[in-house]
């Protein structure tokens, strides 16, 4: 196979396969859901991605959950926490799950 060839494979692939979801999502600026190892969620917008699952978003919301040390005798709740960042580069070898978030 020549480098024209693999080229247009891996564009097949970005189309059809797993891929797609992120390929959907840059043409149509679409946001999605990425789950990620540290057991944080991101809802944002993909700019750019590579093979690896290496992006580039824009508009992210980052949403996790804290538990706070709790007093002697009680029971200490959850609190939910999320921020914004404008840009963020994400590795690919954080991301576990990536969805449309399809309204």
């Known amino acids: 196979m ?3 060839e693999l ?3 891996e564009e097949e692939e970005f189309n059809t ?3 797609s979801v992120l390929q959907l999502s840059v043409k149509n600026h679409t946001q999605i859901l990425i789950s990620c190892r540290n057991n944080r ?3 944002a917008r993909v700019k750019a991605f590579d093979r690896h699952c290496n992006m580039v978003l824009e508009n992210v919301k980052e ?3 804290e538990v706070p040390r ?3 005798g009680k029971k200490a709740k959850p ?3 999320e921020r914004f960042i404008s840009k963020l580069f994400l590795r690919g070898d954080s991301v576990i799950l ?3 978030n399809d309204v």
Do not use: I, S
């Open 2 to 4: 020549n480098e024209d």
């Open 7 to 9: 080229r247009k494979l």
């Open 17 to 19: 396969g797993p891929l």
């Open 41 to 43: 969620k991101l809802l």
């Open 63 to 65: 949403m996790w959950t």
């Open 70 to 72: 709790a007093a002697k």
């Open 79 to 81: 609190v939910n926490k």
């Open 98 to 100: 990536v969805l449309r």
